[in-house]
């Protein structure tokens, strides 16, 4: 049986250090690959103003030639309205039901589980990598925030003080960032004049 990790986002966009996440999680786990996946709308980013999909999933596009492991994932996309992660895992696993899937989470979203859409449900149906960044440390509130706590397979993540926001406000002011993204999206970036003032 194949083991997927899947890495949401928004991807927008792609960076350096969702590559190094991406390559601790194939480390200290025994995942055959890891899918990106483009989210369309995410629920917690619905008043924010994000890149034309059609730009992000071919910046998504450029990287994953980087590595035989990585593969993209549109599945989302196809779904109208925001993407919740209850529909997609069961989504997936009725497409793939051969598959095991992983879902990997910063370590910053860990406290927030427990407010995911469907969480109790979620839990039952797929497991969790949480990235854990040095100084980390989560103590849970309650029986809930336990259990999920719980679900959670934690590996070792670099401290990277790298955003996609970031990068954005960087292009934005005409500064370079190169280095902080793969030269193939930052060629993209430029040939599209992405997030320039």
């Known amino acids: 049986m194949k083991r997927i990790g899947i890495f949401g986002g928004t991807f927008d966009p792609i960076h350096i250090g969702h590559l190094i996440a991406a390559e601790q999680v194939l480390y200290h786990t025994k995942l055959d690959e890891i899918w990106f996946m483009p989210a369309s709308k995410p629920p917690h ?98 029986e809930q925030e336990q259990k999920i706590f719980g679900r959670i397979q934690l590996i070792p993540m670099l401290q990277l003080e790298i955003s996609s926001s970031r990068i954005r406000e960087w292009i934005n002011k005409g500064r370079t960032v190169r280095y902080l993204v793969p030269s193939s999206v930052e060629e993209y970036i430029k040939e599209n004049g992405l997030y320039e003032g």
């Open 45 to 142: 980013k619905l008043d924010m103003k994000i890149t034309a999909v059609h730009h992000r999933v071919e910046m998504v596009r450029r990287v994953i030639s980087l590595d035989p492991r990585y593969h993209i994932c549109t599945i989302e996309l196809d779904r109208k309205g925001p993407s919740y992660s209850l529909d997609t895992v069961k989504e997936l696993k009725k497409k793939y039901p051969n598959y095991s899937f992983f879902f990997i989470i910063g370590g910053d979203m860990i406290e927030y589980l427990a407010k995911w859409h469907g969480i109790e449900e979620l839990i039952e149906i797929v497991e969790f990598i949480g990235l854990k960044r040095p100084g980390f440390s989560f103590q849970p509130k309650n």
